[in-house]
């Protein structure tokens, strides 16, 4: 395909959340015009864009307007209906594909495509049924039982520790179709960001490692610091293979869990930016928004260059309310005057406990001082 220029083109996409928004800025930032498809009136990337199409994602009205407008269309979220990438395809160029999408946004088909490109995944077992359910190896508890669709933030799950228990949360669960996966002790989380183009070039972002709380990311650090070399290698080795095996085109990001044992296995994986790639936006010569358009776009995908030591931390709406009922502003005169902050706040109406308002990335000479940075920012914001 020939590129689409900047100046020229209008770029869309579905889904009018965070990375939404911040896939809008960069393109903006390249010259192109941008249209947004989601069905809420405010939205943080509705509210940026040239223009915003407020319909529901399987609108044909809606959808028909997306394709008169843009000339390539992506997407924000992996949920976003796979027929609704797959309709606009007819019309317009899309990437990544609708069957991508929909690997991704099925636990069990995502866990099989893992295990077809030749990468391991936790131990897991699909239940589907009551004869899978009786069937469940026992050696797969304690597990943690997660809905193999819809799932995010650790929404979906529930951990499990005898057969009975298993049985009385895939209830609580509403017996939809999940997947058991053995509890794992982890040492350390990681994620690798690849990207590829329509041309079958991949690029990748080093390795980040990742801190969950509750289910949800709180920090990134690049570079890893708990994990050796060999163990990088192999994530960013499996990553690739994943992409490739998918003739994937545009940014996906890989999660991996690094085991006590040393082992490596894949968890899952989003097709689009990620949370845990947010650093990029400072700490690296290209950011992951930016790669997204440009592998969207058809132009070149620069191997991207790490410049400087980040760590980034989520800001969940809980830094609103540290006492008591009252929202207040956190104090982001003060953070802003520590070095190397850089804050990006998601322009959301409403700050709530757990809802992601924003991020802040901390960039550094040497991880030790955007560490010693990042604990400053944390005691202020605590
Ligand atoms: P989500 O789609 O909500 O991100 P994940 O499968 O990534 O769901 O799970 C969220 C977090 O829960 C993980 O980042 C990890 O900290 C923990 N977790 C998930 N699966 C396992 C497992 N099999 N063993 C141990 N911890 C797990
Ligand atoms: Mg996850």
Not at 30 to 40: A, E, M, S, T
Not at 210 to 219: E, F, K, Q, T, Y
Not at 270 to 289: D, E
């Amino acid at each position: 395909m020939a590129a689409l220029l900047p100046g020229q083109a209008t770029l869309g996409v579905l889904g009018g959340g965070q990375l939404g928004r911040m896939f809008v800025h960069a393109a903006q930032a390249l010259g192109y015009r941008c249209v947004v498809l989601d069905p809420d009136a405010i939205s943080p990337a509705g509210a940026v864009a040239e223009s915003h199409v407020k319909a529901d994602y399987l609108d044909p009205v809606g959808l028909a307007q997306m394709a008169r407008d843009c000339d390539a269309i992506t997407t924000e979220f992996e949920n976003v209906p796979a027929l609704a990438l797959e309709t606009l395809a007819g019309m317009r160029v899309v990437a990544p594909a609708a069957a991508a999408v929909a690997v991704c946004q099925d636990r069990a088909v995502e866990k099989a495509h893992f295990e077809a490109a030749g990468v391991a995944c936790a131990p897991h077992a699909v239940i589907t049924n009551e004869i899978e359910l009786a069937g469940v190896d026992p050696a797969l508890l304690p597990g943690i039982l997660k809905t193999s669709r819809m799932g995010y933030d650790g929404k979906g799950q529930v951990r499990v520790r005898t057969p009975a228990e298993l049985a009385a949360a895939w209830d609580d669960l509403k017996r939809v179709p999940c997947v058991l996966e053995q509890l794992l002790p982890l040492r350390a989380e990681v994620s690798v960001l690849v990207a590829r183009g329509s041309d079958g070039q991949v690029v990748n972002y080093p390795v980040q490692q990742n801190l969950h709380r509750a289910g949800i990311l709180a920090v990134t650090e690049v570079p890893a610091p708990a994990v050796p070399a060999d163990v990088q290698a192999a994530a960013v080795a499996a990553a690739r293979q994943v992409v490739q095996a998918l003739g994937y085109v545009g940014v996906l990001c890989i999660e991996f869990f690094w085991l006590d044992d040393g082992r490596l296995v894949v968890n899952e994986m989003a097709p689009r930016p990620h949370n845990s790639g947010h650093w990029t936006m400072n700490g690296a010569s290209v950011s992951q928004f930016e790669m997204q358009v440009r592998a969207l776009a058809g132009l070149p995908l620069p191997e991207p260059r790490q410049h400087s030591a980040s760590v980034m931390l989520n800001l969940l709406g809980d830094l609103w309310f540290p006492a008591g009922d009252d929202a207040r502003t956190p104090p982001w005169d003060r953070v802003l005057a520590l070095p190397g902050t850089h804050l990006h706040l998601y322009g959301k109406a409403e700050a709530r406990r757990g809802r992601k308002m924003g991020h802040l990335n901390i960039t550094a000479d040497t991880p030790d001082a955007a560490r010693a940075v990042a604990r400053e920012a944390a005691v202020l914001l605590g």
